[in-house]
């Protein structure tokens, strides 16, 4: 088939980089492509969370060099990824990609990614920092935290770099060639220090903290075009119009959600009930408003505890059974586990499965109630798990709000969804709404399409 004009989308994730390939006459994805990033790292901190940003970029090269003479098509380029987290790089690291694409050492140039789940800003810390003047709070994890500790705690850091931004912030300034770093309001607003009414960092608020706000970019509104494509690479061709980096909470609900009456559920690594809503309604601590398109907000409650937590469950039996002498492996262990026939207990065990704790309520943990003496199996505990992980969620966002707010419909995305029906059933049971689970287009699909809807002139 002869494509004319393609739209590149790009996802920088927490474990992977994916791109997709969407076609401006169709809007339809025709390519899609996900590599492992393997970039995690021993953090800095015991509490720290880091990323090799070099191991970041090796990965979304083996993207773009993967479809071939058809990247020849792509007229723009849309770039989302993981909020939150942080990098600090000098110019010298951008120019470096065009010399020599990293092949000559790098390290110096870049800091790690300090990524959404570093938990280095603990309780003690964020409670000796000054009061945000947004709706928004700031919690650990959120770039602005992370400057104050990184001041506090490893001032080198800060003193050996002169720009900052999230990991897809780096992308796009790297592909625009760019020294000075660019922000979209969907990656300010997840720093923290943002007042999304009026675009701008609480400058007044930082300065007298002593933070260093010359490292802050500079921000725009979602959907603007921020440069072109420095030179070809990977058949992609020069001057491809590239968008500001956006948030992949923001595309994927871009990608999954047809109409605001609609809401989506989407468990991954971590878990979220999302909703897009006109205006700013009262807040309770569990629920947030971020900037989406088009001057309307994203309503969510965005929980730590998804498909990490069963992973940690999975990684535990599995220990268990190797302590035991006992062989099996980790995909045999998942194939059972989802397949274990459900058992009826006149006294259910009931799982809180909050292994990570709450950005809101960081300091309550997990728990199991009810324990009998028929009831402490694996079928109970699994099934525990994934009904605890919608109850959480159904705390952090009832039925009555989605009511309220004029939801008919829960679109299920994400690939635990996908894959667990009894996640699938626990969200029927908790939300009592229709469910439509959907093998959705992901972050980077949705990149590419608001960046199509953005510009329809460059596609005519």
């Given at each position: 088939?002869?494509?004319?004009?393609?739209?590149?989308?790009?996802?920088?994730?927490?474990?992977?980089?994916?791109?997709?390939?969407?076609?401006?006459?169709?809007?339809?994805?025709?390519?899609?492509?996900?590599?492992?990033?393997?970039?995690?790292?021993?953090?800095?901190?015991?509490?720290?969370?880091?990323?090799?940003?070099?191991?970041?970029?090796?990965?979304?090269?083996?993207?773009?060099?993967?479809?071939?003479?058809?990247?020849?098509?792509?007229?723009?380029?849309?770039?989302?990824?993981?909020?939150?987290?942080?990098?600090?790089?000098?110019?010298?690291?951008?120019?470096?990609?065009?010399?020599?694409?990293?092949?000559?050492?790098?390290?110096?140039?870049?800091?790690?990614?300090?990524?959404?789940?570093?938990?280095?800003?603990?309780?003690?810390?964020?409670?000796?920092?000054?009061?945000?003047?947004?709706?928004?709070?700031?919690?650990?994890?959120?770039?602005?935290?992370?400057?104050?500790?990184?001041?506090?705690?490893q001032p080198e850091i800060l003193s050996n770099f002169n720009q900052c931004g999230t990991i897809q912030d780096l992308i796009v300034s790297i592909l625009c060639n760019q020294g000075k770093s660019v922000m979209s309001t969907h990656n300010a607003a997840s720093w923290g220090y943002f007042n999304v009414t009026d675009c701008s960092w609480n400058i007044d608020i930082l300065t007298e903290a002593n933070f260093p706000v010359h490292l802050l970019p500079s921000v725009v509104q979602p959907g603007i075009n921020v440069g072109t494509l420095y030179e070809t690479i990977y058949n992609i061709p020069k001057g491809a119009v590239v968008g500001v980096a956006l948030g992949d909470l923001q595309c994927s609900v871009m990608a999954t959600l047809t109409t605001m009456t609609d809401?989506?559920?989407?468990?991954?690594?971590?878990?979220?009930?999302?909703?897009?809503?006109?205006?700013?309604?009262?807040?309770?601590?569990?629920?947030?408003?971020?900037?989406?398109?088009?001057?309307?907000?994203?309503?969510?409650?965005?929980?730590?505890?998804?498909?990490?937590?069963?992973?940690?469950?999975?990684?535990?039996?599995?220990?268990?059974?190797?302590?035991?002498?006992?062989?099996?492996?980790?995909?045999?262990?998942?194939?059972?586990?989802?397949?274990?026939?459900?058992?009826?207990?006149?006294?259910?065990?009931?799982?809180?499965?909050?292994?990570?704790?709450?950005?809101?309520?960081?300091?309550?943990?997990?728990?199991?109630?009810?324990?009998?003496?028929?009831?402490?199996?694996?079928?109970?505990?699994?099934?525990?798990?994934?009904?605890?992980?919608?109850?959480?969620?159904?705390?952090?966002?009832?039925?009555?709000?989605?009511?309220?707010?004029?939801?008919?419909?829960?679109?299920?995305?994400?690939?635990?969804?996908?894959?667990?029906?009894?996640?699938?059933?626990?969200?029927?049971?908790?939300?009592?709404?229709?469910?439509?689970?959907?093998?959705?287009?992901?972050?980077?699909?949705?990149?590419?399409?608001?960046?199509?809807?953005?510009?329809?002139?460059?596609?005519?």
């Amino acid at each position: 088939m002869d494509f004319k004009k393609l739209i590149l989308g790009i996802d920088i994730g927490t474990s992977s980089v994916k791109v997709s390939l969407l076609d401006s006459c169709t809007s339809k994805s025709i390519y899609a492509k996900s590599v492992p990033t393997m970039a995690k790292i021993n953090p800095s901190h015991q509490k720290g969370d880091e990323q090799d940003v070099v191991n970041i970029l090796k990965a979304m090269k083996q993207c773009l060099k993967s479809p071939g003479k058809i990247m020849e098509k792509v007229k723009a380029i849309g770039i989302c990824g993981q909020m939150h987290g942080i990098v600090f790089w000098d110019e010298k690291f951008v120019l470096n990609f065009w010399d020599s694409e990293f092949i000559s050492k790098t390290d110096t140039f870049v800091s790690n990614l300090y990524t959404w789940q570093d938990a280095r800003t603990d309780f003690q810390f964020l409670a000796k920092l000054p009061k945000p003047h947004s709706h928004l709070k700031a919690y650990s994890g959120y770039g602005c935290n992370t400057i104050f500790w990184l001041k506090e705690n490893q001032p080198e850091i800060l003193s050996n770099f002169n720009q900052c931004g999230t990991i897809q912030d780096l992308i796009v300034s790297i592909l625009c060639n760019q020294g000075k770093s660019v922000m979209s309001t969907h990656n300010a607003a997840s720093w923290g220090y943002f007042n999304v009414t009026d675009c701008s960092w609480n400058i007044d608020i930082l300065t007298e903290a002593n933070f260093p706000v010359h490292l802050l970019p500079s921000v725009v509104q979602p959907g603007i075009n921020v440069g072109t494509l420095y030179e070809t690479i990977y058949n992609i061709p020069k001057g491809a119009v590239v968008g500001v980096a956006l948030g992949d909470l923001q595309c994927s609900v871009m990608a999954t959600l047809t109409t605001m009456t609609d809401a989506v559920i989407n468990i991954s690594t971590s878990a979220q009930v999302a909703f897009i809503a006109k205006e700013i309604e009262t807040q309770c601590d569990s629920v947030e408003y971020f900037p989406y398109f088009e001057n309307h907000f994203l309503a969510v409650a965005a929980s730590l505890n998804g498909g990490n937590v069963l992973d940690s469950f999975v990684r535990s039996v599995f220990s268990w059974v190797s302590a035991l002498g006992l062989t099996i492996t980790e995909d045999e262990l998942w194939n059972r586990l989802l397949h274990l026939s459900p058992e009826e207990n006149l006294t259910p065990l009931i799982v809180n499965p909050l292994i990570f704790g709450e950005r809101h309520n960081p300091t309550t943990y997990g728990s199991l109630i009810n324990v009998t003496n028929n009831n402490l199996t694996l079928s109970e505990l699994f099934s525990g798990f994934c009904k605890g992980i919608i109850n959480n969620l159904h705390k952090m966002m009832p039925r009555e709000m989605l009511l309220k707010a004029g939801i008919q419909r829960i679109i299920g995305s994400g690939s635990v969804i996908t894959k667990n029906h009894i996640i699938k059933k626990e969200i029927e049971t908790c939300y009592n709404l229709p469910l439509c689970v959907t093998m959705s287009e992901d972050s980077a699909f949705g990149a590419a399409l608001a960046l199509l809807k953005n510009n329809p002139s460059l596609f005519n």
